[in-house]
């Protein structure tokens, strides 16, 4: 196991630095800087505007851009953000803490909603209550979750006082208790954490129905019960044990799409994380701001499909990455 883990850290380094090239490359190649919007100020001289290029780097060419940029990462370095005025990694660290809040809770919602729902429809196969979960599902699927953000917020601004209408915390967050600030932000996560979980729910449901269906079928299943052995401990002792097996090769894909799936929900619910912070920095082209969010959704997405395969081997005894 731990050869393995080795081996897919030495495989993400350079898949990581192929996005990172990618995405410097694509800024380099579109026109203009962030130099742009100051030189539309009168107020910025031009000895100004070249003393701020050259600070920045951006008087050298995208190529050696590229490589300083590099060498600062391996020194735990990110940059400097020119819209904000201050280092990439303090205004990452904050944004990715917001916006892993919020796919954490839109991720347990999912699951602790899904894995039993799609059980349900399972062992009521073709029954009015597993039609009508499949019918759901596929309203839902077709929804996405920028829309139906919009619909929850129309319908608290109707309730007033019910649910906040964006924001991560209240104006008073300061003055609250630590309890206090914590059900606060649970408060601020209600509808963007539901409106990412409704999609999300409607599909790990019907991977998980297929799979249990498919688990049932099988000749041990029909051996237990020829064996008298309680229907609970049938399913869930022995077709679910089976049937989970691929969703756990989805979770770590899951999270990581929720961490990057999330930006739209959070420009429109004014939570404060790496969307609305990506959307500002490719605006004003804060070329490090904009290069180290897409390393941290790359770094992310390669750690939840990591510890995907750790936890199949753990489950699966049949599994083994010699």
């Known amino acids: 196991m731990w050869r393995f883990i080795v081996k897919r850290i030495l495989i993400a380094v350079p898949m990581l630095l192929g996005i990172a090239l990618l995405t410097f490359a694509l800024l380099g190649g579109t026109p203009g800087s962030y130099l742009d919007s100051m030189r539309l100020d009168p107020q910025f001289s031009e000895e100004t505007i070249a003393r701020y290029q050259h600070m920045y780097g951006l008087d050298k060419s995208w190529g050696i851009q590229f490589v300083s940029w590099i060498k600062n990462i391996f020194r735990l370095e990110f940059g400097y953000s020119f ?11 904050g944004r990715l803490l917001n916006t892993f809040i ?42 996405p979750s ?45 509808i963007p954490a539901v409106a990412l979980s409704i999609g999300s729910i409607a599909g790990l449901q019907r991977i998980t ?22 229907e609970n401990r049938v399913v ?15 979770l770590g894909y899951e999270f990581s799409a929720l961490l990057s799936g999330a930006a739209l929900t959070e ?26 969010s897409m390393l941290m959704g790359g770094v992310l997405f390669i750690i939840g499909n990591l510890l995907a395969d750790i936890a ?11």
């Open 102 to 143: 919020l796919s954490l809770a839109s991720f347990l919602i999912t699951w602790c909603i899904a894995i039993p729902l799609g059980i349900w429809a399972a062992l009521n196969r073709n029954r009015f209550i597993d039609r009508l979960i499949q019918f759901l599902s596929y309203i839902s699927l077709s929804l």
């Open 267 to 292: 420009i429109i619910c004014g939570w404060p994380g790496l969307g609305s912070l990506m959307l500002t920095a490719v605006r004003s082209k804060d070329i490090y701001l904009v290069m180290a």
């Open 83 to 93: 819209h904000f005025n201050i280092p990439v990694s303090k205004i990452i660290a």
């Open 146 to 190: 920028f829309f139906l953000v919009m619909v929850f917020l129309f319908f608290a601004s109707q309730l007033r006082g019910v649910l906040p209408l964006g924001g991560m915390v209240s104006p008073d967050f300061d003055d609250l208790s630590i309890l206090g600030k914590i059900l606060d932000v649970l408060h601020h996560l209600v």
């Open 236 to 250: 869930y002792r022995h077709a679910l044990r089976n049937a989970i097996n691929p969703l756990i090769t989805l």
């Open 209 to 230: 129905r297929g799979n249990m269906l498919e688990a049932l079928g099988q000749k041990y299943i029909l051996t237990a019960r020829a064996k008298g052995l309680p």
């Open 312 to 322: 199949l081997a753990k489950v699966d005894p049949r599994i083994r990455y010699d």
